[in-house]
Protein backbone atom coordinates (compact mmCIF):
# COMPACT_ATOMS: atom_id res chain seq x y z
CA UNK A 1 0.00 0.00 0.00
CA UNK A 2 0.80 3.13 -0.96
CA UNK A 3 1.86 6.10 2.17
CA UNK A 4 3.43 9.58 2.49
CA UNK A 5 5.50 11.33 4.55
CA UNK A 6 5.29 15.29 5.64
CA UNK A 7 8.19 15.47 7.78
CA UNK A 8 7.89 18.67 8.58
CA UNK A 9 5.00 19.75 11.28
CA UNK A 10 4.81 23.50 11.24
CA UNK A 11 6.89 25.86 9.29
CA UNK A 12 7.44 29.47 9.39
CA UNK A 13 8.78 31.66 6.70
CA UNK A 14 9.85 35.55 6.59
CA UNK A 15 7.09 37.00 3.78
CA UNK A 16 9.34 37.32 0.69
CA UNK A 17 11.11 34.64 1.70
CA UNK A 18 11.75 31.03 -0.36
CA UNK A 19 9.87 28.20 0.43
CA UNK A 20 10.18 24.15 0.26
CA UNK A 21 7.77 22.04 1.96
CA UNK A 22 9.16 18.18 1.96
CA UNK A 23 7.13 15.88 0.79
CA UNK A 24 8.31 11.71 0.53
CA UNK A 25 6.05 8.57 -0.77
CA UNK A 26 6.53 4.90 -0.63
CA UNK A 27 5.16 2.82 -3.71
CA UNK A 28 6.13 0.58 -6.01
CA UNK A 29 5.60 1.94 -9.39
CA UNK A 30 5.08 5.36 -10.62
CA UNK A 31 2.28 7.36 -8.82
CA UNK A 32 0.17 9.86 -9.23
CA UNK A 33 0.95 13.13 -7.09
CA UNK A 34 -0.50 16.04 -5.33
CA UNK A 35 -0.32 18.88 -3.72
CA UNK A 36 -3.64 20.63 -1.82
CA UNK A 37 -3.85 23.76 -0.06
CA UNK A 38 -6.30 24.52 3.29
CA UNK A 39 -7.06 27.62 4.74
CA UNK A 40 -8.20 27.16 8.09
CA UNK A 41 -12.11 25.64 8.78
CA UNK A 42 -12.11 25.66 4.58
CA UNK A 43 -11.92 22.47 1.83
CA UNK A 44 -8.66 21.74 0.08
CA UNK A 45 -7.88 23.31 -3.19
CA UNK A 46 -5.47 21.50 -6.12
CA UNK A 47 -1.89 23.38 -5.96
CA UNK A 48 -0.75 21.10 -8.28
CA UNK A 49 -0.50 17.35 -9.97
CA UNK A 50 2.21 14.96 -11.45
CA UNK A 51 0.94 11.89 -13.64
CA UNK A 52 3.63 11.51 -15.93
CA UNK A 53 6.23 13.12 -17.96
CA UNK A 54 8.30 16.38 -17.38
CA UNK A 55 9.11 15.48 -13.65
CA UNK A 56 8.93 19.77 -12.93
CA UNK A 57 5.27 20.43 -12.69
CA UNK A 58 4.04 24.16 -12.20
CA UNK A 59 0.58 25.09 -10.09
CA UNK A 60 -1.51 27.85 -9.23
CA UNK A 61 -0.19 30.87 -6.82
CA UNK A 62 3.42 30.81 -8.49
CA UNK A 63 4.35 27.16 -6.69
CA UNK A 64 5.80 24.32 -8.51
CA UNK A 65 7.03 20.56 -7.66
CA UNK A 66 9.74 18.49 -8.41
CA UNK A 67 9.21 14.44 -8.70
CA UNK A 68 12.62 12.84 -7.52
CA UNK A 69 11.90 9.20 -8.21
CA UNK A 70 15.44 8.41 -6.74
CA UNK A 71 14.36 10.05 -3.55
CA UNK A 72 11.18 9.19 -3.79
CA UNK A 73 10.29 12.81 -3.45
CA UNK A 74 7.90 15.77 -4.73
CA UNK A 75 8.86 18.93 -2.53
CA UNK A 76 6.73 21.70 -2.90
CA UNK A 77 8.78 25.30 -3.52
CA UNK A 78 7.75 29.06 -4.42
CA UNK A 79 10.60 31.39 -4.97
CA UNK A 80 9.17 34.03 -2.90
CA UNK A 81 6.05 33.95 -0.54
CA UNK A 82 3.00 36.58 0.19
CA UNK A 83 1.41 36.34 3.66
CA UNK A 84 -1.73 34.97 1.54
CA UNK A 85 0.34 32.07 1.25
CA UNK A 86 -0.47 31.13 5.13
CA UNK A 87 -2.40 27.56 5.21
CA UNK A 88 -2.00 24.28 5.58
CA UNK A 89 -0.44 22.01 2.80
CA UNK A 90 -0.66 18.39 2.35
CA UNK A 91 0.60 16.19 -0.22
CA UNK A 92 -1.35 13.08 -1.55
CA UNK A 93 -0.41 9.92 -3.28
CA UNK A 94 -2.61 7.99 -5.68
CA UNK A 95 -2.05 4.69 -7.20
CA UNK A 96 -4.17 3.07 -9.70
CA UNK A 97 -3.89 -0.73 -9.15
CA UNK A 98 -3.76 -2.29 -5.75
CA UNK A 99 -4.58 -0.12 -2.90
CA UNK A 100 -6.81 2.39 -5.48
CA UNK A 101 -7.36 5.35 -3.32
CA UNK A 102 -5.62 8.85 -2.83
CA UNK A 103 -3.62 8.69 0.48
CA UNK A 104 -2.63 11.91 2.26
CA UNK A 105 0.00 13.15 4.33
CA UNK A 106 -0.94 14.86 7.30
CA UNK A 107 -0.33 17.76 6.50
CA UNK A 108 2.46 21.02 6.86
CA UNK A 109 1.26 24.17 8.83
CA UNK A 110 3.03 26.96 7.21
CA UNK A 111 2.98 30.69 9.05
CA UNK A 112 4.53 33.51 7.72
CA UNK A 113 6.15 36.19 9.65
CA UNK A 114 6.37 39.89 8.56
CA UNK B 1 -20.74 27.86 -10.86
CA UNK B 2 -19.91 23.49 -11.00
CA UNK B 3 -18.81 22.64 -7.58
CA UNK B 4 -19.42 20.85 -4.36
CA UNK B 5 -21.59 21.62 -1.47
CA UNK B 6 -21.44 20.83 1.87
CA UNK B 7 -24.17 21.43 4.39
CA UNK B 8 -24.67 22.69 7.39
CA UNK B 9 -21.13 24.31 7.84
CA UNK B 10 -21.28 23.76 11.60
CA UNK B 11 -23.57 21.04 13.28
CA UNK B 12 -23.93 19.80 16.56
CA UNK B 13 -25.47 16.71 18.07
CA UNK B 14 -26.15 15.23 20.98
CA UNK B 15 -24.50 11.73 22.15
CA UNK B 16 -26.63 9.16 21.08
CA UNK B 17 -27.83 10.67 17.95
CA UNK B 18 -27.67 9.97 14.35
CA UNK B 19 -26.69 13.17 12.40
CA UNK B 20 -26.61 13.37 8.26
CA UNK B 21 -24.56 16.04 6.75
CA UNK B 22 -25.48 16.28 2.86
CA UNK B 23 -23.19 16.56 -0.06
CA UNK B 24 -24.49 17.87 -3.27
CA UNK B 25 -22.26 18.31 -7.14
CA UNK B 26 -22.85 19.27 -10.07
CA UNK B 27 -19.56 18.60 -11.39
CA UNK B 28 -21.08 15.34 -13.42
CA UNK B 29 -18.68 13.13 -11.35
CA UNK B 30 -19.49 9.62 -11.29
CA UNK B 31 -17.19 9.09 -8.04
CA UNK B 32 -18.03 10.76 -4.88
CA UNK B 33 -16.24 10.42 -1.30
CA UNK B 34 -16.35 11.39 1.87
CA UNK B 35 -12.81 11.82 4.62
CA UNK B 36 -12.48 12.74 8.00
CA UNK B 37 -9.89 15.35 9.24
CA UNK B 38 -8.62 15.61 12.75
CA UNK B 39 -5.51 17.92 13.67
CA UNK B 40 -2.44 16.09 12.64
CA UNK B 41 -3.91 13.17 11.47
CA UNK B 42 -4.55 14.43 7.65
CA UNK B 43 -7.88 13.17 5.94
CA UNK B 44 -8.87 9.25 6.32
CA UNK B 45 -11.31 7.81 3.78
CA UNK B 46 -14.67 7.00 5.54
CA UNK B 47 -16.77 5.93 2.28
CA UNK B 48 -16.31 6.36 -1.55
CA UNK B 49 -18.63 5.79 -3.90
CA UNK B 50 -17.57 5.05 -7.84
CA UNK B 51 -21.15 4.69 -9.69
CA UNK B 52 -24.94 5.46 -8.26
CA UNK B 53 -26.97 2.74 -5.95
CA UNK B 54 -22.92 1.38 -5.12
CA UNK B 55 -20.39 2.42 -2.54
CA UNK B 56 -17.17 0.46 -0.31
CA UNK B 57 -15.84 1.37 2.71
CA UNK B 58 -13.04 3.18 3.76
CA UNK B 59 -10.34 2.67 6.28
CA UNK B 60 -12.54 4.16 8.91
CA UNK B 61 -16.10 3.31 8.13
CA UNK B 62 -17.40 1.97 11.55
CA UNK B 63 -19.82 4.08 12.73
CA UNK B 64 -20.50 6.10 9.84
CA UNK B 65 -23.32 5.02 7.01
CA UNK B 66 -23.64 6.73 3.27
CA UNK B 67 -26.38 6.04 0.64
CA UNK B 68 -25.58 7.07 -3.49
CA UNK B 69 -29.29 6.96 -4.70
CA UNK B 70 -28.46 9.97 -7.22
CA UNK B 71 -25.22 10.95 -8.92
CA UNK B 72 -25.21 14.41 -7.52
CA UNK B 73 -25.64 13.18 -4.25
CA UNK B 74 -23.77 11.61 -1.72
CA UNK B 75 -25.53 11.99 2.32
CA UNK B 76 -22.92 10.97 5.33
CA UNK B 77 -24.86 9.47 8.50
CA UNK B 78 -22.85 9.68 11.65
CA UNK B 79 -24.24 6.96 14.11
CA UNK B 80 -24.45 6.87 17.99
CA UNK B 81 -21.99 3.92 17.13
CA UNK B 82 -18.82 6.07 16.31
CA UNK B 83 -17.47 6.37 19.44
CA UNK B 84 -15.84 10.02 18.84
CA UNK B 85 -17.66 11.56 16.23
CA UNK B 86 -16.48 15.45 16.68
CA UNK B 87 -14.35 16.47 13.35
CA UNK B 88 -14.04 17.91 10.40
CA UNK B 89 -15.61 16.42 7.13
CA UNK B 90 -15.13 16.87 4.13
CA UNK B 91 -16.53 15.39 0.80
CA UNK B 92 -15.46 15.38 -2.65
CA UNK B 93 -16.04 13.97 -6.31
CA UNK B 94 -13.77 13.37 -8.88
CA UNK B 95 -14.46 12.43 -12.83
CA UNK B 96 -12.50 9.12 -12.94
CA UNK B 97 -10.99 6.66 -10.67
CA UNK B 98 -10.50 7.38 -7.40
CA UNK B 99 -6.76 7.94 -7.22
CA UNK B 100 -7.01 10.78 -9.64
CA UNK B 101 -7.62 14.36 -9.00
CA UNK B 102 -10.23 14.79 -6.60
CA UNK B 103 -12.60 18.21 -5.98
CA UNK B 104 -13.47 18.71 -2.63
CA UNK B 105 -16.61 20.89 -0.46
CA UNK B 106 -16.03 23.61 2.01
CA UNK B 107 -16.31 20.91 4.89
CA UNK B 108 -19.08 20.71 7.62
CA UNK B 109 -17.64 20.71 11.29
CA UNK B 110 -19.37 18.38 13.75
CA UNK B 111 -19.25 18.77 17.35
CA UNK B 112 -20.67 16.64 20.16
CA UNK B 113 -22.28 17.98 22.81
Known amino acids: AQSVTQPDIHITVSEGASLELRCNYS??????LFWYVQSPGQGLQLLLK??????LVQGIKGFEAEFKRSQSSFNLRKPSVHWSDAAEYFCAVGADFGNEKLTFGTGTRLTIIP | DGGITQSPKYLFRKEGQNVTLSCEQNLNHDAMYWYRQDPGQGLRLIYYSQIVNDFQKGDIAEGYSVSREKKESFPLTVTSAQKNPTAFYLC????????????FGQGTRLTVV
Open chain 1, 27 to 32: YGATPY
Open chain 1, 50 to 55: YFSGDT
Open chain 2, 92 to 103: ASSQGRMYTEAF
